[in-house]
């Protein structure tokens, strides 16, 4: 399995940004995409989830509203806007895969991408 995680950068408070994760090397039509992320200095923590099953999506409660996850199976690609940033959404951003339903253990996992917030 691989994941390429891509679409990080600078933007300033209020702007937007879409991150995204092209998943490949693998073949089962069940399984999550999760976003996570880190800010400098903290623990990682889950940000939102989508099912390929049904395409049900999650979020942690500090973007709900913001954030929206969706997906693209025809590019294997699943997306994050990121709406209305503020400062404490700097962060790597990192997209993962677990098998089966979201809210399950991913064990496969993308290189990072940095989001920015500054003014």
């Known amino acids: 399995v691989q994941l390429q995680a891509s679409g990080g950068g600078l933007v300033q408070p209020g702007e937007s940004l879409t991150l995204s994760c092209v998943a490949s090397g693998f073949t089962s039509d069940y399984y999550g995409i999760a976003w996570f992320r880190q800010p400098p200095g903290e623990v990682r923590e889950w940000v939102s989830c989508i099912s390929s099953s049904d395409g049900s999506t999650y979020y942690a409660d500090s973007v709900k509203g913001r954030f929206t996850i969706s997906r693209d199976n025809a590019k294997n690609t699943v997306y994050l806007r990121m709406n209305s940033l503020k400062f404490e959404d700097t962060a790597v951003y990192y997209c993962?895969?677990?098998?089966?339903?979201?809210?399950?253990?991913?064990?496969?996992w993308g290189q990072g991408t940095l989001v920015t917030v500054s003014s």
């Open positions: 993962a895969l677990g098998w089966g339903a979201c809210g399950g253990r991913y064990d496969n």
